[in-house]
């Protein structure tokens, strides 16, 4: 019933800006802290930010001022604004879902419910 849907994803040369965009249903959107995560090839899936419905956001160092995570809840969509993009942001991209239930430690893979299908960003040098 749940799912996640991801689009936005492409190739671009180092300096260039995406939006990807991660359509949730089959949840109440608003009770979810949303996030988004990324894999290279044969590394670990690792955070690169969150969203709380308060407007709260949370972000690795690594895309600090770089980055930018969103949502609209009219839309049950979330969404990242990735600028000044470099070839080691390359990766899967995935959005995921977290129930709140007290505190979450966004940065964990475990505590997220739901997971998008990823989006591949290319940026080459």
């Known amino acids: 019933q749940v799912q996640l849907v991801e689009s936005g994803g492409g190739m671009v040369q180092a300096g260039g800006s995406l939006r990807l965009s991660c359509v949730a249903s089959?949840?109440?959107?608003?009770?979810?802290?949303m996030g988004w995560f990324r894999q290279a090839p044969g590394q670990e899936r690792d955070f690169v930010a969150a969203?709380?419905?308060?407007?709260?956001?949370q972000y690795t160092d690594s895309v600090k001022g770089r980055f930018t995570i969103s949502r609209d809840n009219a839309k049950n969509t979330v969404y990242l604004q990735v600028n000044s993009l470099k070839p080691e942001d390359t990766a899967v991209y995935y959005c995921?879902?977290?129930?709140?239930?007290?505190?979450?430690?966004?940065?964990?893979?475990?505590?997220?419910?739901?997971w998008g299908q990823g989006a591949q960003i290319t940026v080459s040098s």
């Open positions: 089959g949840l109440p959107f608003s009770n979810y802290i």
């Open positions: 995921a879902a977290a129930q709140v239930a007290g505190f979450v430690n966004v940065y964990s893979t475990r505590v997220y419910d739901y």
């Open positions: 969203s709380w419905n308060s407007g709260t956001t």
